[in-house]
């Protein structure tokens, strides 16, 4: 969002602003807010000893400008406590060309925040044909070495917007690219996440357990109906090469 406006002392005091411990935006001076008419209830739920309460969660950066996270309502606990913003991370992966679709892992039985990335097959293996990158198949591509670095330089980017305890540590690419055929997306392309959390249990488990190298057995179906089963080593990868899970 940028810097806090300048405001003409004819409008009042300048702005300021404050940060709660939940990241909570705080707001005073300029020409204020005044309440709801006839709602005093329902103004003093929004006023904190003289500050507006936004209900936006937001993070200052090192420039002093505030960068919109999410509404506090919306985020997500980790099993430390601090809330993070699932719902940020997710829309601004979705913007790399390379990422289709995302699902952010961290909930109040995690300690840090994981990732699921469906690679955008269409660009990525483009970009792998332009530097005469050989796979054969989606799952070979997302596991190339290269399309992971790929990928983690486009999380550490999101990452550098975010309050530390909520960046990504771990991230690891779908092995097979999500299907609403198969029940992994509904129709609008919106994550079935309680569905993909059991497909992908192994997945998500080695991630949080600190495994490089994780064996998935994934039920699929083919486009002439038969039934078969992908197995797939899939490469987990930190974002910070110096970190431990």
């Not at 003409?8 to 411990?21: N, T, V, W």
């Not at 719902?87 to 892992?105: A, G, H, N």
């Not at 038969?226 to 930190?238: I, K, W």
Request: proline share 6%.
């Amino acid at each position: 969002m940028g810097p806090l406006l300048d405001v003409d002392p004819a409008f009042g005091a300048p702005l300021e602003s404050r940060i709660e411990d939940n990241g909570e935006l705080l707001l005073r001076g300029g020409t204020g807010f005044l309440g709801y008419w006839g709602k005093p209830d329902k103004t003093a739920a929004i006023q904190r000893d003289g500050w507006y309460v936004s209900g936006d969660a937001v993070r200052k950066t090192e420039r002093g400008e505030l960068v919109y996270l999410d509404r506090v309502e919306h985020l997500v606990k980790l099993a430390s406590g601090h809330p993070y913003p699932p719902q940020f991370i997710e829309t601004r992966l979705r913007f790399s060309p390379f990422i289709k679709d995302v699902m952010v892992l961290g909930d109040a039985t995690r300690p840090w925040v994981g990732a699921l990335i469906n690679i955008d097959m269409a660009v990525t293996s483009r970009w792998a044909e332009e530097r005469r990158i050989a796979f054969s198949t989606f799952t070979d591509l997302s596991q190339r070495p290269e399309v992971r670095q790929l990928v983690q330089g486009e999380i550490r980017r999101i990452n550098k917007l975010l309050p530390e305890s909520s960046r990504v540590v771990r991230f690891a690419n779908f092995p097979k690219e999500l299907d609403p055929d198969e029940g992994e997306l509904t129709r609008t392309r919106k994550l079935r996440r309680e569905f993909l959390e059991v497909r992908y249990r192994a997945l998500i488990d080695g991630l949080y357990a600190g495994a490089t190298d994780i064996a998935c057995e994934i039920a699929v179906t083919y486009q002439d109906g038969r039934q078969g089963v992908l197995r797939a080593t899939v490469v987990a990868t930190d974002i910070d090469q110096t970190h431990t899970p």
